[in-house]
């Protein structure tokens, strides 16, 4: 089973930058699909970011799109969440995933697959 560790989250202003870290142990990294979920409070959990295991294709929901950049260091085991640009909306909690799936009605992730999360706050 994989472990996730996420990093790199904090307060931000609107328009800043931040860069969110994860670091993957357990399973070989780049074997796999990764992402990134949020969730802000009282909401459901949604995608926000994905990379396949070659590091070859990205996808993104809309709302960051142009914003957000995911990539990985194969070397450090690592995925990465560069995100700029940053809106008050933005604020949640970031988790790091392993294997999402997409569905015709959305993505979804298994129980065991996402780290502890990271807390982004964006103010205006």
């Known amino acids: 089973q994989v472990q996730l560790e996420e990093s790199g989250g904090g307060l931000a202003r609107a328009g800043d930058s931040l860069t969110l870290s994860c670091v993957a142990s357990?399973?070989?990294?780049?074997?796999?699909?990764m992402g990134w979920f949020r969730q802000i409070p009282g909401e459901e959990r949604e995608f926000v970011a994905a990379?396949?295991?070659?590091?070859?294709?990205?996808l993104y929901s809309d709302s960051v799109k142009g914003r957000f950049t995911i990539s990985s260091d194969i070397d450090k085991s690592t995925l990465y969440l560069e995100m700029t640009n940053l809106k008050p909306e933005d604020t949640a909690i970031y988790y790091c995933v392993a294997e999402p799936t997409r569905h015709a009605d959305g993505w979804s992730v298994s129980d065991g697959n996402w780290g502890r999360g990271t807390q982004v706050t964006v103010s205006s």
């Open positions: 990379l396949n295991w070659r590091g070859t294709n990205r």
């Open positions: 357990g399973r070989t990294f780049g074997t796999y699909n």
